[in-house]
């Protein structure tokens, strides 16, 4: 299993490869809608980055429905890093 470091990391540089964002631009609280400029199609992207990286599938569906459950509160990329975390301890879990 990845460390919480690791993920994080893996969150960043599918980030910067689907975007062109710089590296030192993102931390754990940097939202992605709001700081960041991401849409849907950049979601897809960076989403994609991080399937190649991990091997997990994260469903855009899911990513939406955490950002509409609380409205005002923008996607991080510290969230971002926990949900594929729950995901990839989900698939283990099988």
Do not use: N
């Amino acid at each position: 299993m990845l460390t919480d470091s690791d993920l994080l990391q893996h969150v960043k540089t599918s980030i910067v490869t689907a975007l062109g964002t710089q590296a030192d631009e993102l931390t754990p609280e940097t939202r992605l809608f709001e700081d960041l400029g991401v849409d849907s199609v950049d979601l897809l992207d960076v989403s994609y980055e991080l399937e190649r990286l991990t091997g997990c599938e994260l469903e855009l569906a899911e990513l939406f429905r955490r950002q509409d459950a609380q409205p005002g509160r923008d996607l991080t990329v510290q969230q971002l890093a926990d949900i594929l975390k729950g995901r990839l301890e989900a698939a283990e879990g099988q």
